[in-house]
């Protein structure tokens, strides 16, 4: 197990980001068992203990005083099977986009949407990924892991994950006391598909509904919309989309009649935060070193040698101007570490 001191996160393996920021420790762990002495120097220097994988969805500070944990098992293999489903247990260091893709070579269905993700396996619960008419929640039969508190290992089944939009207990009743570790995901084997979203439905070729179209569409549709933050530094989309009551739909509606709209569950609809960063004209505004993308409304992207500071001042510029032209509130997905 590593122990390293003064750990320098600035990377953009560990923040994709690429924010400057130094923890006081680092544990990488391979499973459970490996997490009891990294509680041990949690408990005597009275730091906290905080859970990261890539950092794809963290927004980091410039001296994180914890001692940061992450947990690398890659390993997949099948719980159960039978004829039309694979039950399949997967470790929590596994890169998602190689999972998603593993899973379609071997005949295993229903992924295919979330291709192209950044990020972990582990992180993927916490944050409820979603994309394209799909969300993590449909295919997570239990989250195994271990209390950064107790040691003690507890397994938490999809109703007990409390998933809701981006969201889950484990940004809540557990954030940074509960280190996820494998994850099982119930796939079909019987090709399936879902192709509502209507960027994902207009790209596929009249008939190209298989699970390796979809896959390949929404490969491509990231790459043309999204920047790569192997390339430019970036947390992928920064905001929520935000949901709205019939009142407040109805007041954006009377400023912006042709805001698109997404009935959710009951009187609630959701709407495009990139077609209010667009209109509002923000794409391309920076404010030192971050700014907002050109390429894709809903990016924050910085030029490597960024502060969590210059990032929260540009959200926060965006959350004004937004909320001043549309009566809307926009919510960063991204967590911000103190």
């Known amino acids: 197990m590593g122990n390293l001191q003064d750990q320098d996160l600035s990377s953009r393996i560990a923040n994709t980001l690429a924010l400057r920021c130094v923890a006081h420790r680092l544990f990488e ?13 949690s408990q005597a220097s009275g730091l906290p203990l905080c859970p990261l994988g890539a950092g794809s969805n963290v927004v980091l500070p410039p001296e994180l005083a914890a001692g940061v944990i992450t947990v690398r098992d890659d390993s997949v293999s099948v719980l159960s099977e039978t004829a039309d489903s694979v039950t399949l247990r997967v470790g929590a260091g596994k890169g998602w986009h190689s999972l998603v893709s593993e899973t379609l070579q071997n005949g295993f269905y229903g992924l295919e949407n979330l291709a192209l993700i950044p990020g972990l396996v582990g992180a993927a619960p916490v944050q409820n990924i979603g994309a394209y008419g799909r969300e993590l929640n449909e295919f997570v039969v ?14 938490l089944s999809s109703e007990e994950c409390e998933f809701a939009y981006r969201d889950s207990v484990f940004k809540h009743d557990l954030r940074d006391k509960f280190l996820i570790s494998h994850v099982d995901f119930c796939l079909s084997k019987v090709p399936v598909v879902n192709v509502e979203y209507p960027a994902l439905r207009s790209s596929l070729a009249d008939g190209e509904n298989s699970p390796t179209a979809v896959f390949e569409a929404v490969v491509a549709l990231r790459r043309e919309r999204l920047p790569n933050p192997d390339e430019i530094p970036n947390a992928g989309s920064f905001f929520k989309n935000p949901i709205l009551s019939r009142k407040q739909l109805e007041k954006l509606q009377f400023i912006e009649p042709e805001v698109p709209v997404y009935p959710v569950a009951g009187e609630q609809f959701k709407v495009s935060a990139a077609w209010l960063i667009e209109r509002a004209g923000l794409p391309g505004f920076s404010k030192g070193p971050a700014s907002i ?27 004004g101007v937004v909320k001043g032209r549309f009566t809307v509130m926009l919510e960063p997905e991204p967590r911000f570490y103190d």
């Not at 239990?142 to 397994?155: F, K, T």
């Not at 993308?293 to 965006?318: C, I, P």
């Open 29 to 41: 762990v391979s499973g459970v068992e490996d997490v009891r002495p990294a509680i041990d120097w």
């Open 142 to 155: 239990a989250v195994h892991g271990v209390s950064l508190h107790s040691g003690e290992p507890r397994s």
């Open 293 to 319: 993308s050109e390429q894709h409304a809903l990016v924050l992207v910085t030029n490597g040698k960024a502060y969590q500071a210059d990032v929260r001042e540009l959200a926060k510029h965006v959350q």
